[in-house]
């Protein structure tokens, strides 16, 4: 069993930063990658950012350059660096843990709230 919990979120102001944490515990070995997405009101949860299967990175159009994923394996904690917020970045952000086996749910957190104040 895989468990993600997520901490960083808060409010900040337009052009304001905060960092985003996320720690896996349980049976790490069955995550294949991890990333991170959100979901606004009355919106589809969106991907934001996430590790490819070859460790490079992919981001959602509107963060590119101004959010960064990365991770330290040894504390099987990735983190999402959010820079240059506007308002548009509220949303509930949610840790993602893509199984190794294709039989398996996807995992995920339970979310940490960002809003961003004009």
């Known amino acids: 069993q895989v468990r993600l919990v997520e901490s960083g979120g808060g409010l900040v102001q337009a052009g304001g930063s905060l960092r985003l944490s996320c720690t896996a515990s349980?049976?790490?070995?069955?995550?294949?990658?991890m990333g991170w997405y959100r979901q606004a009101p009355g919106k589809h949860r969106e991907l934001v950012a996430r590790f490819t299967s070859d460790g490079s990175t992919h981001y959602e159009d509107s963060v590119r350059g101004r959010f960064t994923i990365s991770r330290n394996n040894a504390k099987d904690t990735v983190y999402l660096q959010m820079n240059n917020l506007n308002p548009e970045d509220t949303a509930v952000y949610y840790c993602h843990g893509e199984p190794i086996y294709a039989d398996f749910p996807d995992f995920w957190g339970q979310g940490t709230q960002v809003t961003v104040s004009s």
């Open positions: 349980g049976t790490i070995s069955d995550i294949n990658t």
